[in-house]
Each structure stands twice: as C-alpha cells, then as structure tokens.
Nanobody, 116 residues
Framework: VQLVESGGGLVQPGGSLRLSCAAS????????MSWYRQRPGKERELVAR????????NYADAVKGRFTISRDNAKNTVYLLMNNLKPEDTAVYYC??????????WGQGTQVTVSS
C-alpha cells in the first residue's frame, strides 16, 4: 500500500488549496478513504472521509461548508478541496486508508500553512 499526498503549500487566509492523494498497491475502489490533519501541538484529527464509491461523506465540524472531499476511482486518487482557509487550518495533512484488521495506512503528509 502506498499513499502519496501532494498539493500543500503556503496560502493567505481566505485562499484555497486542493490536496491530492495518489494511492497504489490495493484495489482503491474497495476502500473508503480519509483525510486527517495534525496541527502544531495537537493530536492528529479526522478532517473528512468518503466511502468507496464517493456517495457518502463526513466532515469535522471545523471544516464543514469549507472543505470538500472527493475521489476519482479511475485515477486511484482522493482529493481534499479546501476553501476559505483560516490560520487554524495550518497543519500537516495526511491521507489514510483503513485496514481490514489492525492499524491502517498513512501517507507521508503534506504541509499546509495559512498565513498572511
């Protein structure tokens, strides 16, 4: 299993970014996927998740209405579109795939910094 995030960077408050997670090594369309983040000095937290066919999504209250998770099963990729970014969204963002048993799989993370 390999998960490779991209798309992070420095953005001003109110700006937008789209993160991508390219997946390989497993049947992508069989698994729900999630985005987590770890803010400075905080524990890792769930941001959004999507079911295996893209028809069901859930969001953390802090990002509802601003972030959108989506997936393209033909490209083995899950996305996180982040709009109206706030300084408190500054974090390392991780892609996650649950395992059938035990701990799941994480990408290496991509840094998002929201600052003027």
């Amino acid at each position: 299993v390999q998960l490779v995030e991209s798309g992070g960077g420095l953005v001003q408050p109110g700006g937008s970014l789209r993160l991508s997670c390219a997946a390989s090594g497993f049947p992508f369309s069989s698994y729900g996927m999630s985005w987590y983040r770890q803010r400075p000095g905080k524990e890792r937290e769930l941001v959004a998740r999507i079911n295996n066919v893209g028809g069901g999504t859930n969001y953390a209250d802090a990002v509802k209405g601003r972030f959108t998770i989506s997936r393209d099963n033909a490209k083995n990729t899950v996305y996180l579109l982040m709009n109206n970014l706030k300084p408190e969204d500054t974090a390392v963002y991780y892609c996650y795939r649950p395992a059938n048993r035990g701990p799941g799989y994480w990408g290496q993370g991509t840094q998002v910094t929201v600052s003027s």
